[in-house]
Nanobody
Framework: QLQLVESGGGSVQVGGSLRLSCVAS????????IGWFRQVPGKEREGIAC???????????YYATSVQGRFVISRDTAKNAVYLQMDSLKFEDTAVYSC?????????????????????WGKGVLVTVSQ
C-alpha cells in the first residue's frame, strides 16, 4: 500500500512562491504516475500537473493552462518524494492541494482530467494566496 503525505502549504502574498512536497511510503513512488490536484470548496477538483512514472517508456508531463509556466512538478528518487514548485502565485491559486498516484500506463493529461480512477491520494494541504 502506498501512502502519500503532503507538506509545504501555507500563506503567501500574490507574486510569491511555495514548494509543496509529497513524501511517499510503503512503496517506491517512481513506479507510479504522479499528479497534483487542487480544490476550492464548492468547485470541482482541478488536475494541475501530472507526470508519467519514471519507468514509463514514453515519459511526459502535463500542466493545466491555469498554471502553465508558473508551476513545475519534479521528483526526488532518493527521498521517494514528489514536489510542486509554485511561482508567481495568484489569488486564484488559493486551494487545498493534494498529490495522487496512479499505477499502470497513463497519459498525464488524462490523469489530470479524469482523476476518478486514481489509486492513491494524500490528505492535502491548504495554500492561501493573499493580495
Amino acid at each position: 500500500q502506498l501512502q502519500l503525505v503532503e507538506s509545504g502549504g501555507g500563506s503567501v502574498q500574490v507574486g510569491g512562491s511555495l514548494r509543496l512536497s509529497c513524501v511517499a511510503s510503503g512503496r517506491g513512488v517512481n513506479n507510479y504516475n504522479i499528479g497534483w490536484f487542487r480544490q476550492v470548496p464548492g468547485k470541482e477538483r482541478e488536475g494541475i500537473a501530472c507526470t508519467t512514472s519514471i519507468t514509463s517508456r514514453k515519459r511526459a508531463t502535463y500542466y493545466a493552462t491555469s498554471v502553465q509556466g508558473r508551476f513545475v512538478i519534479s521528483r526526488d528518487t532518493a527521498k521517494n518524494a514528489v514536489y510542486l514548485q509554485m511561482d508567481s502565485l495568484k489569488f486564484e491559486d488559493t486551494a487545498v492541494y493534494s498529490c495522487a498516484a496512479l499505477e499502470g500506463i497513463a497519459q498525464p493529461e488524462a490523469m489530470c482530467d479524469f482523476p476518478e480512477g486514481i489509486d492513491y491520494w494524500g490528505k492535502g494541504v491548504l495554500v492561501t494566496v493573499s493580495q
